[in-house]
């Protein structure tokens, strides 16, 4: 079966960071996507990653560790706009398919 | 205007009625997808298409029917609704001509659909 695990909130203080997890362990792995869903919005794409390593794009990074089966999402600089739940989606063939975890709320305060 | 768009945005209906969820797009993208979303779940894909002619059932595909008039338009049945279909139904796009990040897919708005 396909399981993908993420907490389910956590908070932070603005302009401090925060680490979200992701554990997967998937019948096939093809690329490790994060998006970013505000409260009643569409997910939108945050970053990607297929390879071992650190991928950084601006305040937003994001980790890989194949053998493992984890991934993490960094927020720096944590503004209050951050505020939102963040997707953990693993692409499980080359059709581009994606099993998606439940979310992390994560909850900016002042 | 948005590359994905959905109709209704929101929807009451009642048990038993049919209800149509419909799916549009200007990306230009073969694939397209339907979600429900339910809270402390996450995303569930209950279709998915890769052209007009394929069509494949996803996770939870029970009580749902899809048809895909065109490349750009993919359209989302409840056959008889009931109340444990109230969620927020999305659909995405994605290319099939693009490999890793650019692979991503792309959502619509949503369609909150209540099932009383």
């Known amino acids: 079966g396909q399981n993908i695990d993420q907490p389910t909130e956590m908070t932070a203080t603005e302009g401090a960071i925060v680490q979200i997890n992701c554990t997967y362990q998937?019948?096939?792995?093809?690329?490790l996507f994060w998006y970013q869903q505000h409260a009643g919005e569409a997910p939108t794409f945050l970053s990607y990653?297929?390879?071992?390593g650190l991928e950084e794009k601006g305040r937003f990074s994001s980790f890989l560790s194949r053998s493992k089966g984890y991934s993490y999402l960094l927020l720096k600089e944590l503004q209050m706009k951050d505020s939102a739940s963040y997707l953990c989606?693993?692409?499980?063939?080359?059709?581009?398919?994606?099993?998606f975890g439940a979310g992390t709320q994560v909850v900016v305060t002042p | 205007d948005a590359d994905v768009t959905q109709t209704p945005r929101n929807r009451i209906t009642k048990t038993g009625k049919r209800i149509m969820l419909e799916c549009s797009q200007t990306k230009g993208h073969d694939r397209m997808y339907w979600y429900r979303q339910d809270p402390g779940l996450g995303l569930q894909l209950i279709y998915y298409?890769?052209?007009?002619?394929?069509?494949n059932k996803g996770e939870i595909s029970d009580g749902y029917s899809v048809s895909r008039q065109a490349q750009a338009k993919f359209s989302l049945s409840l056959e008889s609704a009931i109340p444990n279909q109230t969620a927020l139904y999305f659909c995405?796009?994605?290319?099939?001509?693009?490999?890793?990040?650019?692979?991503?897919?792309?959502f619509g708005p949503g369609t909150r659909l209540t099932v009383l």
């Open positions: 990653n297929v390879l071992d």
């Open positions: 298409s890769f052209d007009v002619k394929d069509i």
């Open positions: 998937t019948s096939g792995f093809n690329g």
């Open positions: 995405a796009t994605s290319d099939s001509r693009l490999a890793g990040a650019d692979n991503e897919q792309f």
């Open positions: 989606a693993v692409g499980t063939d080359s059709w581009g398919k994606l099993q």
